[in-house]
């Protein structure tokens, strides 16, 4: 029935574009306080602008998404086109009179930013980056231009075709799609697989990335022994992989990455300082 | 290193930050892609391709997920990148260097978040009076803000540094440098086990021992694996979705399909 009169929706192909491209700056005045709220807003501007045109009302819609907000910003187009699905709605239904708590878009923005995030950033971050990252360090090292191209295009095709489809399918689709889909349960394992995929190749990642060797000799009795040798005769690369694992360990009993940073490097230069490593 | 070379990087700087800012965080803002922009400028860009991929491996942990700021893999890649072609640093130092640099590059990162919450009572202002100009407005002021800092920074480290830097490698011991060269060997862990972090719990633990065989044991590269476990992942999804409802009904029809898998 939404369909019926095309003037009556506030998303036409005008304001999907200008909103598209508003989802861009997002984190454009980040701060600590709010994060993106701003960004929220700025995209949220063009539908707003035409369903209030009026100030006082254009008062309280911007002042509603000035709220705090914080996600993906790969995702966010799905929320802001259930959001604009929602302002529409509930403009309409109070200009038949009728009342309703606005509070409640905040309330649906603030449920959603979270578990997208969480999607977003396993795919994004933990797959697509890592998977293009991977493939691109290898050969950028060999020194071919390819390795930056091709880690251009694995992250941005996928990330550019979720920005475009997450805004299409969150203004039509609304409210109603999240909850289908996590129904069926199709996102959690979704998500599942592709933490898997990236898992494998961070696997790979650990042992062709990280190197570590000790040069050391020691003298038994006359007899030379190298530790390394030991170490390889025990399971080959298993420096690396323990140091791996270690680090591993460390951050998840909350150590700082920085403060690893810099241990590392004051390992590295003690180490070979003391010629162990 | 000419003024004119060293303001194009400080754009390059500025650019790198809106990467994340203003482009909705198209990549443009890790060393892998920052090298040869850097390349390009200075003229060398195979040197800026190397440094990037170097960069990148120690660089890949260091990532902007959720509200923390990392250390800044903008002006760290830029600057390091520079040094090495200008000052002929090889690239386990120059890799070294960038650290110093993006731990500087994140304090001007914190500074700028704290600041921008300026812009944001000015959106507040405007909000109050309903003018949505005003909100635009207090965005750009913060993309500004960014955009400057990450520009002065990149510049003045480009413009002061490459003599500075090239004076200080040459009084460095052997015996540091080759500890930088261990470290920058060590150092991808930290990014291995940041990624591990977010991506693996008990369930799935076993993947990761799947990739790390293929590849230390068997010698398959990064390509290989990933076809192999995107293979897997693709696998492991069918079952996930088909396991509830199909299960009973359709196991004597679809148990020849899976003949051959063990």
Redesign the interface.
């Known amino acids: 029935m939404a369909n019926k009169k095309v003037e009556k929706s506030v998303m036409t192909p005008d304001i999907f574009k200008k909103t598209f491209w508003r ?13 993106q ?3 929220f ?2 995209q949220m ?1 063009p539908a ?2 035409k369903l209030y045109p ?6 309280a819609a ?2 509603r998404h ?1 709220a705090m907000f ?1 996600t993906t ?2 995702v966010v187009t799905f929320i802001t086109g259930v959001t604009i699905a929602m302002e529409e709605k509930f403009k309409k239904a109070k200009d038949a009179g009728e009342e309703c708590d606005e509070e409640s878009i905040n309330a649906v923005k603030t449920a959603l930013m979270g578990p997208l ?1 969480g999607i977003g ?2 795919f ?3 797959t697509f ?17 390819l ?2 191209v091709l ?2 295009l694995i ?2 095709i996928p ?1 550019i075709l979720v ?1 475009y489809n997450g805004l299409k399918i969150g203004y039509t689709k609304g409210v109603s799609f999240l909850s289908n889909i996590s129904e069926g349960g ?1 996102v959690s ?2 998500t ?21 060797s000790i040069p050391l000799v020691i003298n038994i009795g006359g007899a030379k022994v190298a530790i390394q040798g030991i170490f390889d005769s025990i399971l ?2 298993i420096l ?2 323990g ?3 270690g ?2 360990k460390l ?2 009993k909350g150590v700082k ?2 403060t ?3 241990g ?2 004051l ?7 003391l010629h162990i ?1 | 290193m000419s003024v004119f070379q060293a303001i194009l990087l400080g754009i390059l700087g500025g650019i790198g930050i809106w990467d ?9 803002d ?1 060393p ?2 920052l ?2 922009l850097v390349g390009l400028i200075l003229g060398d ?2 040197t800026g ?2 440094m ?3 960069l ?2 120690v660089m ?4 902007g ?3 923390a700021t ?2 800044d893999t903008v002006s760290g890649s830029i600057l390091a990148t520079a040094f090495a072609i200008v000052s002929g640093l090889d690239v386990s130092a120059a890799v ?1 260097l960038a ?1 110093p640099i993006a ?1 500087l590059g ?1 304090i001007v990162g914190i500074l700028v ?2 600041a ?2 300026y ?2 009572h000015k ?2 202002k ?7 100009k005003g ?2 407005r ?6 500004f803000l ?1 955009f400057a800092a990450y520009f002065v920074l990149v510049f003045a480290g480009a413009f002061l540094g490459s003599p500075v830097i090239g004076a200080f490698v040459k009084i460095i011991p052997d ?2 440098i ?23 719990n008990k369930k ?2 076993a ?11 068997i010698g ?4 290989g ?2 076809v ?3 293979a ?3 696998i ?2 069918q079952n ?2 088909s396991k509830p409802a199909v299960a009973s009904e359709s196991v004597t029809t679809s148990s020849d399909d899976l003949g051959g898998e063990l």
């Open positions: 989802s861009f700056p997002l984190q454009g005045c980040f701060c600590y306080e709010r994060m709220n701003v960004g807003a700025y501007i707003l602008k009026d100030k006082k009302e254009a008062s911007l002042k000035l914080n910003p790969a995030a950033d396993s994004f971050w933990g980056r890592v998977i293009g990252a991977g493939i691109g360090a290898s050969l950028a090292t060999k020194g071919s231009i390795g930056a880690f251009f992250y941005n990330h920005r199709v394992k979704l599942e697989a592709a933490k898997i995929l990236g898992l494998i190749v961070v696997g790979s990642m650990a042992a062709s990335m990280v190197s570590l080959k690369g690396p992989l140091l791996t694992f680090i591993y951050l998840q990455t920085t690893m940073l810099w590392i490097i390992i590295g230069i003690g180490g070979s300082v490593l | 994340s800012r203003v482009m909705g965080m198209l990549m443009i890790r892998l892609i090298g040869p860009v195979k391709i190397i990037g991929g170097s990148e491996l890949m942990g260091v990532v997920i959720g509200s990392p250390p070294a650290l731990t994140q978040r704290t921008n919450g812009f944001v959106a507040d405007a909000a109050e009076i309903g003018s949505y909100v635009e207090s965005l750009w002021g913060g993309a960014f015996s540091i080759k500890g930088f060269n261990v470290a920058s060997g060590m150092l991808p862990a930290l990014g291995v086990a940041t990624l591990m972090q977010m991506l693996m799935n633990a993947y990761f021992f799947i990739g790390w065989v293929l590849t230390a044991l398959v590269d990064t390509v694996v990933t192999f476990g995107a897997i992942a693709y492991l999804y996930f979705t």
